[in-house]
């Protein structure tokens, strides 16, 4: 059992609320030094921002934003000012948790770091959230303090009113007297960051419900270290010169690795765009000679299609997260643009990716090996390794992992005998590749046969009808369960049932004939969470109710 640190926390909510010692994951640091060289006293603060500053780096641009230009100094001297207003006239203490609800914009990252920087605890949330989900995570994590964007009060009033501990509301880029950005200019832009412990908590980043209702995640101030020095610094290896863009939310730990920790570890620029479509999305690569692009599959897909109408040939590196990546949409962005996107399998727990490849490591269709400080193994339901070929739940440790904040059932559940589950059934080949199956919750048991519905997903993505499609268990009389897609079809594609003989038979001749969805519903849309992640378990419960079965 690892000895943890003195805390530099004055409230000692969120070490007490870890689950205990011997129920985590087992950590991993040997096999990267960097990670072996932290410093038992870190801010993740002093790590990614001031450093920069005090090795005479503080004019280049960190942020661009619309016509804003944002330096390293720039965004330092306004997080030190917002940390003074925080430690000031708002009375936080080292350890009390700090909500910041905006969207992808430099004031967000300004107040992420000046949690940091004044010891408290960072716990970020979704601009879409509404004021029934934001209580739920003030009064989980016990949450006394928010910033807001001003765009965003009408469901943070309702949130005050009705949490138990929420009591003060700061808003920003108001014009307000007594908004946060009045406060800052009257505050120094010099602060002394707290001096946290390596392992003090930094942040608690709640999941985004694909699964259910949200959990929080608890990471350190290392954790945040750590994703830079594995992930960062060994699979995607950016430079100062780069300029990195994405579509995830900073509030989500996706974002904040690819648009906030990994560019600033490497001295890096980044452009950010609060409402992002396919054509703005492609116009900032353009405009912005972006060559580090983070985004989700089925914006890969959609952008595949509108390329040619563009100049993006600045783009070096892609990286695909949030779900699997289809082998028919890895080949229609190469072929797009050249890019060997690189897939990375990551979760809220874990903090970010820790199974990915790059380059020519890459083999398309799989997700990838173990990322540089994690392994990987795939098991048994008794938690013994299973051949090279075959089917299993997939386990990973390394230098991150999961610790949920009071929740013991679900801690047990995530962590078993030191190794993390993410709930993935994979095949790990004889080479280390792991190939994605299912989330376990997605295989479809129909006839005794196991089916794959993402496998089906990804072969339906092949047919040119095809824009977006979800396959899930539907109770059958015959067969217990059987496999159904939903498909959003493409502009023009005629429904009916002719199509949907189609689609069935290029899933016969493309894969095992008893894998064919029986059933296909054409929908205009599929539910994802804010992230863009494909929220299968909504269409499962529907299609449960429907056959009043029990779940498979």
């Not at 000012?81 to 006239?89: R, S």
């Not at 608690?204 to 594995?230: N, W």
């Amino acid at each position: 059992m690892r000895k943890l640190s003195p805390s530099a926390h004055v409230d000692t909510f969120a070490r007490d609320q870890l689950p205990p010692q011997d129920t985590w994951p087992r950590l991993t640091l040997a096999s990267v030094p960097e990670l072996v060289a932290y410093p038992a006293r870190m801010n993740a603060a002093s790590e990614l921002l001031d450093s920069w500053i005090a090795t005479g780096h503080a004019n280049r641009p960190c942020y661009y934003f619309g016509s804003e230009v944002w330096s390293y100094a720039k965004l330092q001297h306004a997080a030190n000012q917002i940390a003074n207003v925080l430690t000031g006239e708002v009375g936080v203490q080292p350890g009390e948790r700090v909500l910041i609800r905006g969207f992808n914009n430099p004031m967000f990252v300004a107040c992420w770091f000046a949690i940091m920087k004044a010891g408290a605890i960072a716990v970020p949330t979704m601009p879409l959230l509404r004021a029934r989900e934001l209580e739920y995570v003030t009064d989980k994590a016990r949450v006394k303090y928010a910033l807001c964007d001003e765009r965003l009060t009408e469901e943070m009033k309702k949130t005050l009113l009705g949490s138990r501990h929420l009591k003060k509301l700061l808003y920003f880029d108001n014009e307000g007297k007594a908004g946060l950005n009045a406060m800052m200019a009257k505050a120094a832009t010099q602060f002394a960051n707290v001096d946290t412990a390596a392992d003090d908590v930094a942040l608690i980043a709640f999941t985004s419900g694909t699964t259910g209702s949200p959990k929080g995640c608890m990471h350190f101030h290392r954790d945040i270290l750590a994703i830079c020095d594995t992930f960062s610094r060994y699979v995607l290896k950016p430079t100062a010169d780069d300029i990195f863009a994405g579509t995830p939310p900073i509030a989500f730990t996706f974002g904040l690795g690819a648009l906030v920790t990994f560019p600033m570890h490497a001295g890096a620029a980044t452009v950010l765009v609060e409402k992002v479509t396919p054509e703005i999305l492609l116009e900032t690569i353009q405009k912005f000679r972006v060559s580090i692009l983070f985004t989700a599959p089925t914006m890969f897909r959609t952008l595949a299609d509108m390329v040619p109408k563009y100049d993006i040939r600045s783009l070096t590196k892609s990286v695909s997260a949030g779900e699997t990546l289809p082998l028919a949409t890895y080949q229609a962005w190469e072929k797009a643009t050249g890019n060997k996107t690189i897939d990375g399998l990551g979760s809220t727990e874990m903090l970010h990716i820790f199974c990915t490849t790059a380059g020519d490591d890459i083999r398309p269709g799989a997700t990838g090996k173990a990322c540089p400080g994690f392994e990987l193994r795939v098991v048994d339901n008794r938690g013994n390794d299973v051949p090279p070929g075959t089917v299993g739940r997939l386990a990973v440790r390394g230098p991150t992992g999961c610790r949920y904040l009071d929740d013991p059932a679900n801690q047990a559940k995530y962590v078993q005998d030191g190794w993390n589950f993410p709930g993935d059934a994979y095949v790990m080949d004889a080479d280390g590749y792991c190939w994605y199956q299912a989330r376990t919750d997605d295989m479809i048991i129909s006839a005794g046969y196991n089916i794959s519905g993402p496998e089906i997903e990804g072969v339906l993505l092949e047919h040119e009808a095809v824009k977006e499609c979800a396959v899930v268990a539907s109770p059958d009389p015959e067969r217990t369960f059987i496999a159904k897609a939903f498909v959003v079809m493409r502009e023009g594609a005629a429904k009916g049932d002719a199509l949907v003989k189609e689609l069935q038979d290029h899933v016969k001749n493309t894969i095992a004939p008893y894998k064919y969805p029986r059933a296909i519903e054409f929908v205009d849309s599929l539910p994802r969470t804010e992230t863009g992640k494909l929220q299968r378990f909504k269409l499962r419960q529907q299609e449960l109710e429907r056959g009043k079965k029990p779940s498979p």
